[in-house]
Structure formats: C-alpha cells, structure tokens
C-alpha cells in the first residue's frame, strides 16, 4: 500500500519547457489536490479534483493545467514553465471527509 | 479576506519548554481544523484534527489543540518539547465544503 506517489522527486527545467508531475494514489480517495510550498508562504492550492472527470481551480492556478481521467491518477501539467514556477510541489489525497495525505513531495528548479 | 493567521514565524525554544502556537483564522461557520508538521525534508503529516465534539483535541506525539469558537482559534500546545519537535508547524482550516486553506507556518527550533 503506497499511499499517494509523486514523481519525478526532483526536476530542473529551463524557461519554457514543458513537463508533467504525476500523482497516483492506491487509497480510493475521491479527492486529490496540487500545492505549492514556498518559504514564507505555506502551502497554497493550484488545483483540485472532486472525482475522476471533475477539476477545479484553487488559489494559485495561472501556468499549470490538470485533468483526471482515473480515480487514481492526477497530473499537474506545466506548459512553458517559468522561473516563479520553482517551488516544491506536493499532492494530497483525502476521502469524502478527512484530512488530506501528501505525497512526499516534487521540487521543481527553473532556470 | 479569509485566511488562516499564525502569529508566530520562527520559534526557538529550549528542550523541555512548554510550546504553544497560535492560529486564528477568519471564517464563519461551521470548519473543520487541523495541525500538521513537516519534518527537515520531509513531506507534511496529520499532528491532529478537530472536526466536532471535545473542543479539546489530543494528537500524536504529546501535543494537543484548543478549539476555542468564539476566538476563532485553534492553538497547539506541548507541555514537554524534545529536541526531535524541531520542525514546521502548519495550521489549516475547511470552511464549509471548500478546501482546505493553510498558514503560512511556524518554525520551531528546540535547542538542547
């Protein structure tokens, strides 16, 4: 039993390229999340999904975009990254009423 | 604008000082509350949670949370720090059915 998965762990990017974090999680949670973590400012939401088919929009969702086609996968794409984009990056997953469980975590460098 | 307020940035105290970190937050309602620290490197995880009940909530590892309504705070104590506490300390808050909204943290430093 895994939990909630994230890869890569690790990422540097140069301005303008693309790529995709993956979350997967083998807890059935209808809820899955992406925040960001950077110093000083806490963890704020970028997007979230209430089930599979069903995205939403959270504090900070300018530069990435997200879809969930399966209960247990949640991608968070970055299309034409950016150096405001470096940060560490995690998914959380929680059941219909509960708290939310993180991944370990994906820190994402820009150039 | 609704938030989740922790007062405290940076806090350092010595090894079996007692701990007591503020969070307020500025929604009506009914909420859901939660604590939760990160370890050096490592990825956040539940201290405590309130949901509804004993306003007085016990946790993992010694500590404990006050939710206390007409303040609207949620403040974490241990009575008892070890230097092995040393960490970030994250409040976070669920209005309603919206999502979960965080601090922005607390560091503590236990020193020996």
Redesign the interface.
């Known amino acids: 039993n895994a939990g909630v998965t994230q890869t890569p762990k690790f990422q540097v990017l140069k301005t303008g390229q693309s790529m995709t974090l993956q979350c997967a999680q083998d807890m059935n949670h209808e809820y899955m999340?992406w925040?960001r973590q950077d110093p000083?400012?806490?963890?704020?939401?970028i997007h979230?999904s209430v089930g599979a088919g069903i995205t939403d929009q959270?504090e900070v969702p300018n530069g990435y975009n997200v879809s969930r086609s399966t209960t247990e996968d949640f991608p968070l794409r970055l299309l034409s990254a950016a150096p405001s984009q470096t940060s560490v990056y995690?998914c959380?997953t929680r059941r219909v009423?509960g708290?939310?469980f993180?991944?370990?975590?994906s820190r994402l460098t820009v150039l | 604008a609704q938030s989740v307020s922790q007062h405290n940035h940076h806090v350092i105290l010595s090894e079996a000082a007692s701990l007591e970190l503020g969070c307020n937050y500025s929604y009506g309602g009914t909420v859901n509350l939660f604590w939760y620290v990160q370890y050096p490197g490592q990825h956040l995880q539940l201290l405590l949670k309130y949901f509804s009940g004993d306003p007085l909530v016990k946790g993992i590892k010694g500590f404990e949370a006050e939710f206390i309504k007409s303040k609207f705070s949620f403040n974490l104590r241990k009575p008892s720090v070890q230097w092995s506490d040393t960490a970030e300390y994250f409040c976070a808050v669920k209005p309603g059915n919206t999502p979960l909204v965080f601090g922005k943290g607390t560091r503590l430093s236990v020193i020996a």
């Open positions: 999340s925040y000083g400012m806490g963890l704020r939401l979230y959270g995690f959380a009423a708290e939310l993180f991944g370990e975590g």
